[in-house]
């Protein structure tokens, strides 16, 4: 099966005369959840639908309470999830406290055996 995508206007005014350049982005086709992975997974294994949507939801969990601990977590065949804090700049490290620090975002770095999965794909342009 093939990525489906659609070229994308985008206008670029630091040249002069501004001018507008057309880019493929992707678009996704349907929104799979975590029933439908969990069943997906349980086909494709021994284990019943009911135990892979069990361990599908430990898993997330167990993610979000190592990243919470500051941990690195590394899924072999996954990735690796990490967190990155966001926040303004100040003059002096004394001045770096907790008020400072507006939030965090989760960093996911694909695993190489994922990366290989999706480097040789075939694309389909469609019309929207």
């Known amino acids: 099966m093939a990525v489906p995508y659609r ?21 996704g086709r349907d929104v799979v959840d975590l029933e439908q992975l ?3 997974v349980s086909l494709a294994s021994s284990m019943s639908e009911a135990d892979c ?5 430990a ?5 979000g309470d190592e ?21 303004g700049g100040v003059s002096s ?3 770096a ?3 400072h620090i507006k939030g965090t975002r989760i960093n996911y770095k694909p ?3 994922l990366k290989e999965k999706t480097a040789n794909l075939n694309f389909e342009k469609i019309r929207r």
């Open 59 to 63: 898993l997330t969990e167990q993610i």
């Open 97 to 99: 406290i907790r008020p």
């Open 93 to 95: 490290i004394a001045e």
């Open 38 to 40: 969990a069943k997906k």
């Open 111 to 113: 695993s190489k055996k």
């Open 67 to 87: 990243l919470a601990d500051g941990n690195i977590v590394k899924v072999d065949r996954l990735g690796t999830f990490q967190l990155t804090i966001s926040s």
């Open 7 to 27: 070229m994308l206007p985008k206008k670029n005014n630091l040249v002069s005369p501004p001018e507008v350049k057309y880019y493929p982005i992707a678009v």
């Open 53 to 57: 949507y069990g361990v599908i939801i």
